[in-house]
């Protein structure tokens, strides 16, 4: 809207409209619901409710009502402006009073009372969308004491912005119930992989659709869908997507939905992916154990405890947060604000930089940038100017911009909705331009030069750069980053107005890596089962016990909090027991051992101290001994203390002997070989086996006997010769020629009983030798009478033969 500072034109004006416009006096009819006012015309030129004065003062002592009904298929909502410059007044004493009523009668709820005192510059107020029927109405009542002049106000009618409520819904997948928690602006977790369906639904209460009144509010004829992710993609304008989370990390989901007023919502929710657990901590205590050794695997998750499973932190890349459309109502001063919450950021973050906050954006439109001052509160209080246009107002100075326009607004007397809004951006570290009164000055500004349909023709601020705001953001230092933003702007005079659209923050993604970080954590745990687990399925520590050689893989599984699955493996490696030679013979008083494995080395050891070793902890070393024999040597590994054993035989010399013999002719005889520890496999040479033969033929024999290491070889010669026994018959005591010995010649003889009987049958004498003799005595030593006594003889040859022989033998004196 166009505001001349030169006296005369503003009541050239003031006349003018006066005389034009259709003026409603406090004490008309108005325009009730029987008779609404056509959105179309009424209130679209100027000023068009007064007072009950006239051209004076208002009455003393008055009471009266009037109403103001949109004719609701031309406009849905009344709205009511009262000011003090460009042809509107206001001058009603303390005493008397203006009560609104948001309805269309004094029932409705009240939405102010109003008069010079409370309100100097003037007041403003809209139909509410509880109120149907879109009316305001108006109560006056003065008093008897002081009358003011009244006012010259400006009422109008038509389809404001319809607030409706976003919905969004998500499923993991396409499928089960609604995943966002809680609902609409919460977090969707998710595994990675999965896909997410985000459906949006909002509610239109106020649309034409279901009221018959207003403007279409159809999803899928007239709304308009920006999904922005911050995985940097583009998403198309459907009520309807599909996400991929692209990586482990969150993300935010914002969806901005605008209708053809256009009026917008925006919805946020996050997407959390399920974060990769670091299993580093999870393992055997040793990774390398003996057969039958039980080891200890690390790894699980109690009520009391989570071991071996170590899950990072994840972030969030987000990039701005947006508040919704906001009325600027025509000026008198009111201040009008949107506030935005920030969360997420860690605890305690504060700015510090005029880059933390990259920048400020606000998409908005207004008729007359002369009357507007804008500033933004940081959480903690602290504000900054981002313009100031008016003077004198809430902040000082003021570079008056006069009928500069913002954007490409409606140029109205208010109340007839909004125009284009155009974005402007303000940065202390990233600024293009300067501030907006240094760019004023210069004649930055864009020309509106055709008719667009909203009547606005002029030049409006140039909104394709940043410009610098009129207070440094040096100002926030200190400000927390959490919690609640808000932008004030105040109009400052009446007959125009202005939208915000949305605005939001900037904050410098190299500084804070993300506006927010979340956690998972392991739910469940469990070890996937296998034989050798012995016990700890429930602990934190598995007990298990590898049977064989080789690698024994083990998994352990987690169950996060957001229902993914995740598994590492782990190996023990079970030592192979040590592998010694077997037993075995060396003819040589020293074996040198060879082919021993043994995973960590070993001792060689034997408990007889004849065996030495040249170094018993080698695997290979040479065993010495100076005693041939058989010893068992050990081997003791390093790893598992395991034993095993072998025996070296060291075998001796060896040596036998057979004796030459004479049998008699027709007997046979046994050879035998010496025998002795180390004779042993004999074999004759007539092909028997062991350590003796029989013989019954003269000739050659051999026997030869051999261990591992030696062969030695003897032989037997085998003579015959005649075996006999020659007794003789006579013998003489005193005899000098020799036979006074009763003998008997043999050959052969391997057993002998001889017996001296006398006459009468009885034993005077015996002898078994049969080499022995009798010499005539008795047993008892006494010598025999002379006479005949007989002999009787029992033998055995060498051949085994028997032979007995009796007869007798005189003996002389």
Not at 5 to 34: E, R, W
Not at 474 to 502: H, R
Request: hydrophobic share 35%; glycine share 10%; charged share 15%.
């Amino acid at each position: 809207m166009k505001k001349s500072t030169y006296l005369f034109i503003l009541l050239f004006l003031s006349c003018f409209l006066k005389l034009n416009a259709q003026v409603v006096n406090m004490g008309d009819p108005g325009h009730p619901l029987s008779n609404p006012a056509d959105c179309g015309v009424f209130g679209t030129g100027n000023q068009n409710f007064q007072d009950p004065g006239g051209a004076g003062n208002y009455p003393a002592n008055y009471n009266d009502t009037i109403v103001f009904c949109p004719d609701l298929n031309t406009g849905t909502k009344m709205s009511i402006s009262f000011g003090i410059n460009a042809g509107s007044t206001f001058n009603i004493d303390g005493t008397d009073s203006i009560y609104v009523y948001d309805g269309s009668d004094a029932t409705a709820p009240l939405l102010g009372v109003h008069n010079s005192v409370t309100d100097p510059t003037g007041f403003t107020h809209q139909a509410s969308w509880n109120n149907p029927s879109g009316c305001l109405t108006i109560v006056f009542i003065s008093d008897g004491a002081i009358e003011g002049t009244g006012w010259l106000a400006n009422v109008q009618c038509g389809n404001q912005f319809q607030p409706f409520t976003p919905h969004l819904e998500a499923y993991i997948n396409g499928s089960g119930p609604n995943a966002i928690n809680p609902s609409d602006t919460g977090f969707v977790d998710v595994c990675y992989g999965d896909s997410i369906l985000f459906i949006t639904k909002p509610i239109f209460p106020n649309s034409l659709d279901s009221t018959g009144y207003g403007y279409s509010q159809n999803i899928n004829t007239n709304i308009t869908f920006d999904w922005e992710i911050t995985d940097g993609n583009t998403y198309p304008s459907n009520d309807s997507i599909w996400f991929t989370p692209p990586s482990r990390e969150g993300y935010l989901i914002d969806l901005k939905m605008t209708d053809i007023f256009p009026q917008n919502e925006r919805i946020r929710c996050k997407v959390r992916v399920s974060l990769l657990p670091d299993f580093t901590g999870t393992g055997p205590l040793e990774d390398t154990v003996c057969i039958g050794e039980n080891t200890s695997l690390l790894g699980g998750v109690t009520q009391q405890d989570t071991v071996g499973v170590n899950i990072p932190t994840g972030s969030f890349n987000l990039g701005g947060s947006y508040a919704g459309l906001t009325y600027l109502p025509d000026g008198s001063g009111q201040v009008y604000q949107a506030p935005i919450n920030i969360s997420g950021f860690p605890t305690g973050a504060i700015i510090d930089d005029p880059q933390d906050l990259n920048q400020v954006c606000i998409t908005m439109e207004h008729s007359y940038l002369g009357d507007l001052e804008m500033w933004l509160e940081c959480p903690n209080g602290n504000t900054i100017t981002l313009l100031n246009s008016f003077s004198p107002g809430n902040i000082a100075g003021g570079f008056n911009g006069g009928g500069t326009f913002l954007g490409d607004p409606i140029d109205d007397f208010g109340g007839g909705g909004p125009g284009v809004g155009w974005e402007y951006c303000f940065s202390s570290a990233f600024n293009s331009w300067g501030d907006m009164p240094t760019e004023f000055a210069g004649g930055n500004t864009v020309a509106i030069s055709l008719p667009n349909g909203n009547n606005a023709t002029g030049n409006s601020m140039n909104p394709n750069g940043i410009y610098e705001p009129e207070v440094s953001f040096t100002g926030f230092n200190g400000c927390p980053i959490n919690g609640t933003w808000t932008i004030y702007v105040q109009d400052n005079l009446s007959i125009d107005d202005g939208y915000i659209f949305e605005w939001g923050l900037f904050f410098d993604s190299s500084f804070f890596p993300g506006l927010g970080s979340y956690q998972t954590s392991a739910d469940t745990s469990f070890w996937s089962p296998d034989p050798t687990i012995i016990s700890g399925q429930s602990d934190t520590v598995l007990i298990v016990q590898p049977n064989s050689q080789g690698t024994f893989n083990y998994t352990f599984n987690i169950i996060d909090n957001f229902g993914c699955l995740y598994d590492t493996v782990v190996q023990i490696e079970t030592v192979p027991l040590p592998d010694i030679f077997e037993d075995t013979i060396d003819c040589d008083l020293f074996h040198t051992i060879v082919n021993t494995f043994a995973f960590d080395g070993g001792i060689w050891s034997c408990a007889d101290t004849a065996i030495s070793f040249s170094d018993s902890s080698l695997l290979n070393p040479i065993v010495f001994t100076s005693t041939p024999g058989t010893y068992t040597v050990v081997f003791t590994d390093n790893q598992c203390a395991h034993s095993d054993s072998a025996q070296i035989e060291f075998p001796p010399y060896i040596y036998t002997q057979v004796l030459d013999t004479v049998i008699c002719e027709g007997s046979s005889a046994t050879i035998y070989a010496q025998q002795n520890p180390t004779s042993q496999n004999f074999i004759w040479s007539t092909g028997e086996t062991g350590p003796q033969i029989v013989v019954s033929d003269t000739g050659n024999y051999l026997v030869s006997i051999s261990n591992y290491c030696y062969t030695y070889t003897d032989t037997s010669t085998v003579e015959n010769k005649i075996c006999d026994i020659i007794v003789p018959n006579i013998i003489s005591l005193s005899s000098n020629s020799g036979n006074n010995l009763f003998f008997v010649e043999h050959s052969g003889i391997l057993e002998f009983e001889c017996l001296i009987l006398n006459r009468w049958g009885n034993l005077i004498y015996k002898y078994t030798d049969p080499s022995g003799t009798w010499d005539g005595k008795t047993i008892n030593g006494d010598t025999v009478e002379q006479g005949t006594y007989f002999y009787k003889i029992n033998a055995t040859f060498d051949s085994g033969e028997k032979i007995q022989k009796n007869g007798f033998v005189y003996v002389n004196p």
